[in-house]
T-cell receptor, first 116, second 114 residues
Framework: GAVVSQHPSWVICKSGTSVKIECRSLDFQATTMFWYRQFPKQSLMLMATSNEGSKATYEQGVEKDKFLINHASLTLSTLTVTSAHPEDSSFYIC????????????FGPGTRLTVT | KQEVTQIPAALSVPEGENLVLNCSFTDSAIYNLQWFRQDPGKGLTSLLL?????REQTSGRLNASLDKSSGRSTLYIAASQPGDSATYLCAVPWPNQAGTALIFGKGTTLSVSS
């Protein structure tokens, strides 16, 4: 149980285009999901907290107009990177919090974004 | 704000050795501490979670200890194998309560040679 999926697992896009990444909790409901970013040889850094039915909360330094987050259901959150630039190339990982199981978090497998 | 540090950044050992990975945190009032494994280009695999009231957790060849007063945790790997080669991350919730996002250390990259 407690599986989180991400789609796509990798994507290559051209500079200036937008890319949508999906994070799904497959067998539990997640009121809250977290989006992290990991640059090469760096650790995971929290980008934003996604809450079902309300606006996301962004960490300092993360542009909310560039990284659009939508959490429209209890099992799906999406991250859209708008007008992508090469410096947005990174590994994006989501986690979902199971509110029915002691707030334990489960991580998705990640999405590798490369902007050319 | 909480900061998490891991030492060493990289470690190379021959197969069969016992080894210790270190994690330290600046705010000792943690809710819990979690150790993860990350293979290159992959997501995270949760290894062990230690609640603040616990001193250690064990899973197979892995043993994690927690000393809140000194702000430290160690991950002990017994009889290391080439398949243990990966990056090991420790993380704590922040703000300090259940269900919040995690702050991660930069990890220790382990290489076990056969």
């Amino acid at each position: 149980g407690a599986v989180v999926s991400q789609h796509p697992s990798w994507v290559i896009c051209k500079s200036g285009t937008s890319v949508k990444i999906e994070c799904r909790s497959l067998d539990f409901q997640a009121t809250t999901m977290f989006w992290y970013r990991q640059f090469p040889k760096q650790s995971l850094m929290l980008m934003a907290t996604s809450n079902e039915g309300s606006k996301a909360t962004y960490e300092q330094g993360v542009e909310k107009d560039k990284f659009l987050i939508n959490h429209a259901s209890l099992t799906l959150s999406t991250l859209t990177v708008t007008s992508a630039h090469p410096e947005d190339s990174s590994f994006y990982i989501c986690s979902a919090r199971d509110t029915d199981a002691s707030y334990e978090q489960y991580f998705g497998p990640g999405t590798r974004l490369t902007v050319t | 704000k909480q900061e998490v540090t891991q030492i060493p950044a990289a470690l190379s050992v021959p197969e069969g050795e016992n080894l210790v990975l270190n994690c330290s945190f600046t705010d000792s009032a943690i809710y819990n501490l979690q150790w993860f494994r990350q293979d290159p280009g992959k997501g995270l695999t949760s290894l062990l979670l230690i609640q603040s009231s616990q001193r250690e957790q064990t899973s197979g060849r892995l043993n994690a200890s927690l000393d809140k007063s000194s702000g430290r945790s160690t991950l002990y790997i017994a009889a290391s194998q080439p398949g243990d080669s990966a990056t090991y991350l420790c993380a704590v919730p922040w703000p300090n309560q259940a269900g919040t996002a995690l702050i991660f250390g930069k990890g220790t990259t382990l290489s076990v040679s056969s």
